[in-house]
T-cell receptor, first 113, second 113 residues
Framework: NAGVTQTPKFQVLKTGQSMTLQCAQD?????MYWYRQDPGMGLRLIYY???????DKGEVPNGYNVSRLNKREFSLRLESAAPSQTSVYFC????????????FGQGTRLTVV | GENVEQHPSTLSVQEGDSAVIKCTYS??????FPWYKQELGKGPQLIID?????GEKKDQRIAVTLNKTAKHFSLHITETQPEDSAVYFC????????????FGAGTRLTVKP
């Protein structure tokens, strides 16, 4: 049972480049989330998807887009990367809404130079 | 929206001692308070959670207490072991709300053998 799988684990981008972070869960969860983690700031919500076909903005959505491809997969896209987007990105999934356990992936460490 | 503050940011204890991490929240409607442990290079993992209808919850060496009046909750780890060394995050949310989970900034706990 893999849980939540994120790819890639590490990535270096040049300013202005684009990339997509992939996330897949095998627990048949309805809700999926993308967070970024910065030193001293905890986890901040970028986008979430309450169910297949729906997405909504979180606390820090600017510069990102998402796609809920199907129930298993939720991708995060940076169209034009900026140094301020250097961070560790985590995908998480929950069966329903908050109030039950969230399962996190291992993270993607992204550096934008 | 909810604001969660967590203290201390770093904590160092001797093996066998107790460790206490404290969090405060701002939204009195919050009713779900999980604690996550993040080991180096991994995603956060739920270790214990508490709901607003309970004042204390224990699981072996870990306990969480909640004071709804003061809007603060704490994580207590007794008989600490080197494998308890990690970053711990508290969080608060209104259960059932898909995007209203806010995390504290994290506490880096080091247990010295």
């Amino acid at each position: 049972n893999a849980g939540v799988t994120q790819t890639p684990k590490f990535q270096v981008l040049k300013t202005g480049q684009s990339m997509t972070l992939q996330c897949a869960q095998d627990m048949n969860h309805n809700s999926m989330y993308w967070y970024r983690q910065d030193p001293g700031m905890g986890l901040r919500l970028i986008y979430y998807s309450a169910s297949e076909g729906t997405t909504d903005k979180g606390e820090v959505p600017n510069g990102y887009n998402v796609s809920r491809l199907n129930k298993r997969e939720f991708s995060l896209r940076l169209e034009s990367a900026a140094p301020s987007q250097t961070s560790v990105y985590f995908c998480a999934s929950i069966q329903g809404a908050w109030g039950t356990e969230a399962f996190f992936g291992q993270g993607t460490r992204l550096t934008v130079v | 929206g909810e604001n969660v503050e967590q203290h201390p940011s770093t904590l160092s204890v001797q093996e066998g001692d107790s460790a206490v991490i404290k969090c405060t929240y701002s939204d009195s409607a919050s009713n779900y308070f999980p604690w996550y442990k993040q080991e180096l290079g991994k995603g956060p993992q739920l270790i214990i959670d508490i709901r607003s209808n309970v004042g204390e919850k224990k699981d072996q060496r870990i306990a969480v207490t909640l004071n709804k009046t003061a809007k603060h909750f704490s994580l207590h780890i007794t008989e600490t072991q080197p494998e308890d060394s990690a970053v711990y995050f508290c969080a608060a949310s209104i259960g059932g709300n898909n995007n209203d989970m806010r995390f504290g900034a994290g506490t880096r706990l080091t247990v010295k053998p």
